[in-house]
């Protein structure tokens, strides 16, 4: 049996959620499953509809953590174990443990000044880590830069779920809302600086020039929502942005499947950083290119000039021509094409087989 130790997890929503769920899953089609997860308000008809077992840790966020270490060392003691998979160093730094541990490291929950206190939290947990997980080449060499050792790193990417079939009414319907607008640009991400919503919106301004019809859709939610909306205001684009939150799964994935360019030249904000982007793989599934930003693990997911294109997010020139190069000549057809050619070795049926090494 294995345990897996998780702050985020479903019913709530996001991307470390759907990681975190994807490899719970995925592992218990081999291996017998025990999930330690923070407690979630409606969790329990989630949690009857799985396949292995999942246990809610409550109370209050800053006693939790020791409750939850405790829980974990008192189920470790009556149960035969192999190992322990954590979300985050945070899951690990209460567990004292001689069992094998796996952490996953993202990017910007590491990333923290080199020989502060939360660095020398951070080391203090990997260095009693037996095998560190990377989402991508970018977050391995951060972690690196930040003292982590170097030969405990493996880069795993993070899964996808193959996309299903979207229906023709939920298609119509985004063809309906979309009619008349072309091209095609869309973000689906929560809307804060590091997404950088700004400077694509500031580069619409001048792409309108040369493509009257062009529309930029919004999806998510987020702390810069009416700052972005403000922007929008102020330089006259009300007609080419189209705002949508709180929406459905299969409404969101339509969106993305009758757009013609995903745009994310994500920047680092603080200490904020994008470690690999599971939304260019979501939107390569479909069939469309992404435009990523360089600062990151952007490029672990998009080839650039083959499956899309690699820019700096720091720069409204290089946003605006890529986004223009892309759409030149309709340059985004042999792009998706790619990037959708490209998709399945993302798929989860593939990942899991590097986990699974790692565990064998």
Sequence with gaps: MYLIVTKTFPPEIGGMQNLMWSLANELSKNYMIKVFADYQENHQLFDEQVSFSIERVGGIKLLRKFRKAQLIKEFIKKNKLKGIIADHWKSLEHLKTNLKKICLIHGKEINHKKGSSLNKRILNVLDNVEIIV????????????????????????????????????????????????????????????????????????????IYPSIVYICVGYGDEEENIKKLVAE??????????????????????????????????????VEGFGI????????????????????????????????????????????????????????????????????????????????LN
């Design 134 to 209: 990377a989402n991508s080449q970018y977050t391995k060499d951060l972690a690196i830069r930040l003292g982590v050792k170097d030969d405990k790193i493996k880069i795993i990417n993070p899964g996808v779920v193959p996309v299903e079939e979207l229906s023709k009414k939920t298609l119509s319907k985004v063809e309906n809302l979309l009619k008349y607008k072309s091209p095609r640009l869309i973000t689906v991400s929560r809307l804060d600086k590091r997404k950088n919503h700004e400077k694509i919106i500031m580069a619409l301004r001048n792409l309108k020039q």
């Design 235 to 272: 330089l006259g684009l009300q007609p080419q942005v189209m705002f949508f939150k709180n929406i459905s799964n299969e409404l969101k994935n339509a969106l993305v499947a009758k757009s013609n360019v995903f745009v994310m030249p994500s920047v680092t904000y603080k200490a904020s």
């Design 279 to 358: 939304a260019y793989i979501e939107a390569a599934q479909y069939g469309v290119p992404s435009i990523g930003g360089k600062d990151g693990g952007a490029s672990d997911a998009i080839e650039h000039e083959k499956t899309g294109l690699i820019c700096d997010g720091n720069e409204l020139d290089e946003i605006y021509f890529s986004i223009n190069s892309i759409l030149e000549n309709n340059k985004y057809l042999e792009y998706g094409k790619n990037a959708k050619d490209n998709s399945p070795k993302f798929q989860w049926n593939e990942i899991i087989k590097e986990y699974k090494k790692i």
